[in-house]
């Protein structure tokens, strides 16, 4: 089965990956669209190549694995980026490793530590600019001149300001080769969040919702559970995971009363985007639940306010409200350990300085999982950078019964929001519809 969308001939049909939860993948569907990126971290660096003694497709092919092995990072190294990192000598490889956590050495270190000896006079492949500075650990490149690397192949520069061609400059003032740029888009991708954030300093952030094929989350009644299959509900409840934090609405609160945790993955379980670590599940990861709620409206006793085994202790819950909100409410709920943000004066939580603040406190990418309400502010105020709709093949109807988007609406179609590089794929019975927001800013 093909999906044309845009307006193009359906692309063939690509069987090249496994889909998840045993389901052959759907094609990738493409807009008609000229391409274009959503933001634009960073310009990016240009290539310079310099003459190397590999092949392209040699080159490539490691890369790829550096890629792959970073990918067991996800979700637990925010606001560090994915890393991977392979040494490559006389054919053969002497040593790989990845960023496994926030925190923890980094893929090049790990990598070296694996080759020992073996790294000197080896091709150091990795798919960001190794770092060069002082942070949680010792800066990489120390560790790659002193191993007696004499060449570092890499995807891109990092656009961190503490970084941003530093580290390539060291390696070649130390008489390393070094060439860049090959797997961009794909290096790009796997890091969008780290690549927003370290320039921003703002979330990248996912719209999430789950409706059916007409467009509805609930029915007229306001019955909701359940519109997606089993498989779909636990796949979007895997998403959380790698994710910094969840966001939500008052109303989301009052009618589901939801605990939003993320689902922990365990040995041999593989995450809704590639393999996680499996020395990080046993203590958790940084997770934060963030509520808008401009009243504090929010009951006590509520099931996302009681503390979450697989969470860290640290910023589990923020409450963003306004100066509308009581008092004696906020002290009650300070007094639990909730953390209150007054962000605005009359009955709307400021979401823009909302998304800086989460900044500030290092959230790298946020999900929102909020009701029509929730999720039109945060499209209208062009928070948002990603859509990830679920689809149900099942037809509500009504003309009261809830959609995924409110709020007033446009009144022309040239105001419309606009995706790009759009995907589609079965997740059980139903689809899942993945896009980016395309933007000309």
């Known amino acids: 089965m093909q999906f044309p969308i845009g307006g193009k001939s359906p692309p063939a049909l690509d069987t090249s990956v496994k889909g998840r939860s045993g389901v052959t993948p759907g094609p990738t569907v493409k807009s008609g669209r000229k391409k274009r990126r959503s933001y634009n971290p960073g310009k990016d660096p240009g290539f310079f190549f310099i003459e190397s003694p590999h092949p392209v497709n040699e080159r490539e092919k490691y890369l790829k694995l550096a890629i792959k092995l970073a990918k067991k990072g996800l979700g637990y190294t925010n606001p560090n980026p994915l890393v991977g990192a392979v040494i490559v000598k006389n054919g053969n490889i002497v040593g790989k490793g990845y960023h496994q956590g926030y925190g923890l050495p980094h893929a090049e270190i790990n990598a070296l530590r694996k080759a020992k000896e073996r790294a000197k006079g080896a091709t150091l492949y990795l798919n960001l600019e190794p770092c060069c500075f002082f942070g949680k650990t010792p800066p990489c490149t120390t560790s790659i001149i002193s191993a007696g690397i004499k060449e570092v192949v890499t995807s891109l520069k990092d656009p961190n300001p503490k970084v941003s061609g530093r580290g390539i400059s060291q390696l070649k003032k130390a008489g390393i080769r070094v060439e860049i740029g090959i797997l961009k888009k794909e290096a790009r991708k796997l890091n ?43 796949f979007s409840h895997q998403l959380r995971l790698l994710y910094d934090g969840i966001l939500v609405g008052i109303g989301t609160v009052l009618k589901d009363n939801p605990y939003l945790n993320y689902t922990p993955t365990y040995r041999g379980f593989h995450s809704p985007r590639g393999s996680v670590s499996p020395g990080l599940r046993r203590g958790g990861k940084r997770f934060t639940k963030v509520i808008v709620d401009s009243s504090a409206k929010i009951p006590l006793d509520a099931n996302l306010l009681k503390k979450s085994k697989t969470c860290l202790p640290d910023r589990q819950v923020i409450l963003a409200t306004t100066k509308m909100a009581s008092i004696d409410k906020l002290k009650k709920l300070n007094e639990k350990g909730i953390e209150i943000l007054i962000l605005g004066e009359n009955r709307k939580v400021d979401l823009l300085r909302l998304m800086e603040e989460l900044g500030k406190r290092e959230l790298a990418n946020l999900l929102i999982e909020g009701g029509g309400e929730i999720n039109e502010a945060a499209l209208r105020l062009r928070i948002v950078d990603k859509v990830c709709f679920f689809v149900s093949p099942k037809i509500i109807g009504g003309r009261y019964a809830k959609t995924p988007v409110e709020g007033e609406g446009i009144e022309h179609l040239n105001e419309a929001i606009l995706l790009k590089e759009l995907t589609c794929e079965p997740i059980g019975e139903d689809f899942l519809v993945e896009g980016y927001v395309y933007r000309t800013d």
């Open 192 to 234: 969008e969040a780290y690549l927003k954030y370290i320039t921003t300093k703002k979330p990248f952030v996912t719209l999430k919702a789950a409706m059916s094929l007409d467009g509805k989350i609930a029915t007229k009644t306001g019955e909701s559970k359940w519109i997606t299959s089993k498989v779909a509900r636990n």
